[in-house]
C-alpha cells in the first residue's frame, strides 16, 4: 500500500479518532483535527509508532483551516486522503429552531465539510489520485424527529458529495460517503445525558444487529472507501447495522 497523507476532521475523538487509528495502522500519515484534544490525540498515535499531527481547528473558520492544510503539507506532505468527521448535532422540535442554531449546524456540517474538501483537493489534482470520504448520517435518508436541522445539513453533504465525485473522478478523486445510525462516541453519550436521545441501550435491541455501532466498525467502512485501486465513487457507504435499507 502506497503511505499517504491522511487529514482527518473531528479527529480527537469518537468516529474521526476511530478513521485515524485504522489509518495509522495502515501506515499512512495522520493529521488530525479539532476544536480541542487534537494534540493528545496525536501524541497517543504517536506512542504507537504512527506518524501523526494534531492541530486545533474550527472548522468553520476558513482561514484558520487554510493555515493548517498548509502546515500540513510542509510537515507530512501533499494531502491524499480526506476523512470529514467534524459535526454537532442538535435536537429542536421545527418551531424552537432557531436562525443561529440553523446556522451553526450548517456552518459546521455542511460548509466546514466544502471548505475542508476545497483546501485538499488542489493537492489531490496534482497527483492524479485522491480519496474524500465525507460523513453524513442515517437521519439524512429516513429523516429524524427533532432534527430538521442536521438532516438538512447531513443531506447536503450527501448531494456534496455526489457532486465532487462527478466533477473530480476523470482526475483520479473518489468521493464518497459513510451513513451512520447509532454510533457509541462521546456525542451520543452527551445526549443521553442532556435528556435529547434516550439512550443507546434503548436503541440497540432496534438494530436488526442488536447493537450500537462503533467508531471501529465506522473506521472499517473508511478503509474500504480509501483502497488504493478503487471502481467505487458518489456512493452513500450505509454502515448502520441494517437500521436503514
Known sequence: MTQRVAVITGGASGIGLGAAKALAEDGHKVALLDLTGAEAA???????GATALGLAVDVVDRDAVAKAFAQIRTELGPIGILVTSAGIESFQPILEVTPESWDRIIAVNLTGTFTCVQAAVPDMLEAGWG?????SSQSAQSGAPNMTHYSASKGGVISLTRALSVELARSGIASNTIAPSVVDTP???HAMESGDFPGIDVIAPMIPLGRAGTPADIAEGVRYLVAENTYITGQILAVNGGMYI
Open 42 to 48: 496525536a501524541e497517543e498515535l504517536q506512542a504507537g
Open 131 to 135: 480519496r474524500i470520504v465525507t460523513i
Open 187 to 189: 456525542m451520543a453519550r
